[in-house]
């Protein structure tokens, strides 16, 4: 499956904004959807993730609370609302896709198989 992140950009701190992943050619639904960030510091962090019904989603512990993950299956798109956000969040933001049968969901970056080409998001304080 192809992945296409967009709507990152600058914001402020306290400051919201949406982000959106497009799948293509394979069957989005048989996907588990992941968000992950990768600042200049660290590895690539789990942020949130939704199983394949959207019914079952997980969140890094840093974002709790103020990041929300969805999905429409019809429109093939997996988003991520983020809220107050905070100068910390400042990273790229990669979607990514995990082939998986059951309604699970996972947090680990290796297990996926698909990933976007990832979007900047900047926090100013």
């Known amino acids: 499956v192809q992945l296409q992140a967009s709507g990152g950009g600058l914001v402020q701190a306290g400051g919201s904004l949406r982000l959106s992943c497009a799948a293509s050619g394979r069957t989005f639904s048989d996907y588990a959807m992941g968000w992950f960030r990768r600042t200049p510091r660290k590895e690539r962090d789990f942020v949130a993730a939704?199983?394949?019904?959207?019914?079952?989603?997980d969140y890094g512990d840093s974002v709790k609370g103020r990041f929300t993950i969805s999905r429409d299956n019809a429109k093939n798109t997996v988003y991520l609302q983020m809220n107050s956000l905070k100068p910390e969040d400042t990273a790229v933001y990669y979607c990514a896709a995990d082939y998986t049968v059951t309604g699970a969901v996972r947090s680990t970056s290796a297990l996926y198989e698909s990933w976007g080409q990832g979007t900047q998001v900047t926090v100013s304080s």
């Open positions: 939704i199983s394949r019904g959207g019914t079952v989603t």
